[in-house]
């Protein structure tokens, strides 16, 4: 009951109700979304991201501001261009759509659960952005393009040593424990960051100590260094407990589809090359989202 009340009366950011705050928010992804629908486009092509403006594949027709609003034109053009009538990929609303939902997800799990209208809902809407375009990028090219794991890394750096000042030491999961315990004589930025680098280690490094044993001793290669890199990020990001569970919910949900896949295919052989950033960025927003109840309810069990 609290919830609902909460949602719809608490005054939320400029003294407007939580609910429309929320709208906007969920408006402001689409609009974020049809942005990454160009990233994940040009972006593995090596094309630039501002120009030039969008065109149709097929006919090359530009695409004019009022068929380029996010999901709406999809649904008035009902799926096809305006000029040649090609059938437009229900990728792009369905990343719009995407967005927008994660985007009111990231902002109610902050709310609620993480300190209210706070500074940790920027960085994790940053966060969720980037795996956004990971996922989608790594579904159809089979890459996690260095371009956004490395900016990543430096962004989770950058909150590990901004945010415990900004909003306190509730900025990130694991940081109280670390502050309190093992470092509380070390300054807030040096815990903070004795986080990141735990959580790289739970996330990339024991990522590519896998891929290292697993090529030892089958001499195939196992997985890509994207992953690696991409894990390093949401280690720093989210600290070595989420990362874990990151890692669980990745392979548990990878296992899951990658095992119908090969049902329906009647695969023979596990060779079958399953892009796991997919199913490592579905564990990372995740855990973002949920993780702290999933191990609270699991420490509670003991
Ligand atoms: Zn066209």
Redesign the pocket.
Known sequence: MIFFTGFFFVEGLLGLPLWLTCTFVAVFGAIIGSFLNVVIHRLPRDESIVFPNSR?P??E?KIGPLDNLPIISYLVLRGR?R??R?PISIRYPAVEALTALLYAAVFLADFYWRGGLTLIILFDLIFVTALVALIFIDAEHMLLPNAITYPGIVFAIIARLSLPYLVGINAFEDLPQLAYGPFSTWPLWASSLIGAVLGALAGGGSLWLMGWLWERLRGVEAMGLGDVKMMFMVGAYLGWRLTILTIFLGVLSGSIIGVGLMARRGEKDMQMQLPFGIFLGIGSISALLIGSRIIAWYASQF
Request: charged letters at 0%; aromatic letters at 0%.
């Open positions: 149709c097929s006919c027709a261009c000029a040649c090609a």
